[in-house]
Structure formats: structure tokens, C-alpha cells
């Protein structure tokens, strides 16, 4: 595993306790017809938060684990900051391991 992938699994790890802590994890696992949207972020039939949780960790962590190539550009965070802006949840924590994600994976930040 070479250094970007074990900066991503923590990050990840960090991810997935941030959403618990602010009571965004389900123990619910959406439909599959949910999760087969192909809509950016699964917008039409999951919340953001599902997205991250049942798609992105999921689809993440297993490129981590596999130690395979990671993708060369992901801009997550601008959805995030948007989506928490209309919430008013306090989120910054989770919206900045966002930034970090994106910074980490974005080759030309």
C-alpha cells in the first residue's frame, strides 16, 4: 500500500465516524434500484449523505484495500458544502475530510 492509499483510509475511517457522530449513518441499506441510479451523486434516489455512506466510502475503501489505482480526480466537497449549506447542520468537519479527499485524489491541486 503505498502512501496516498493509507492518507485515503484514514481519511475514510475518519469519514465514517465524522457521519456517525452527527447521526447521518443508517443501519438501512437503501434498494438496489437506489443504488443503481446513474445520476451524478445518485441524486434522483439517495440523499447525499446515503451517497456518501452506501457508494463513495464503499467504492473508495475497496480501491484502498485491492491497494488499486485511484481515480485522478474527484470534486466531492463542492456537492458537500452546498448540501449542508441549505441543512444548516454544523458540518464543517466532514465537509473539510472532503476537501482532503478531493485534494488527495485531484493530481493538478
Same mark, same amino acid.
Given at each position: 500500500? $503505498?502512501? %496516498?492509499?493509507?492518507? /485515503?483510509?484514514?481519511? #475514510?475511517?475518519?469519514?465514517?465516524?465524522?457521519?456517525?457522530?452527527?447521526?447521518?449513518?443508517?443501519?438501512?441499506?437503501?434498494?438496489?434500484?437506489? #443504488?443503481? +441510479?446513474?445520476?451524478?451523486?445518485?441524486?434522483?434516489?439517495?440523499?447525499?449523505?446515503?451517497? /456518501?455512506?452506501?457508494?463513495? #466510502?464503499?467504492? @473508495?475503501?475497496?480501491?484502498?484495500?485491492? %491497494?488499486? %489505482?485511484?481515480?485522478? $480526480?474527484?470534486?466531492? +466537497?463542492?456537492?458537500?458544502?452546498?448540501?449542508?449549506?441549505? *441543512?444548516?447542520? $454544523?458540518? *464543517?468537519? #466532514?465537509?473539510?475530510? @472532503?476537501?482532503?479527499?478531493?485534494?488527495? @485524489?485531484?493530481?493538478?491541486?
Amino acid at each position: 500500500m $503505498n502512501d %496516498k492509499h493509507r492518507q /485515503l483510509a484514514a481519511i #475514510l475511517v475518519s469519514l465514517e465516524q465524522q457521519m456517525r457522530d452527527m447521526m447521518l449513518w443508517s443501519e438501512t441499506m437503501p434498494s438496489i434500484a437506489a #443504488l443503481s +441510479s446513474r445520476e451524478p451523486f445518485a441524486i434522483d434516489t439517495l440523499s447525499f449523505e446515503q451517497w /456518501l455512506q452506501f457508494i463513495f #466510502l464503499p467504492r @473508495l475503501q475497496h480501491l484502498v484495500e485491492n %491497494k488499486a %489505482k485511484l481515480p485522478e $480526480n474527484c470534486a466531492v +466537497s463542492p456537492m458537500a458544502e452546498e448540501y449542508f449549506r441549505e *441543512r444548516g447542520e $454544523n458540518s *464543517r468537519e #466532514l465537509i473539510e475530510m @472532503l476537501v482532503a479527499i478531493d485534494r488527495l @485524489l485531484t493530481t493538478n491541486i
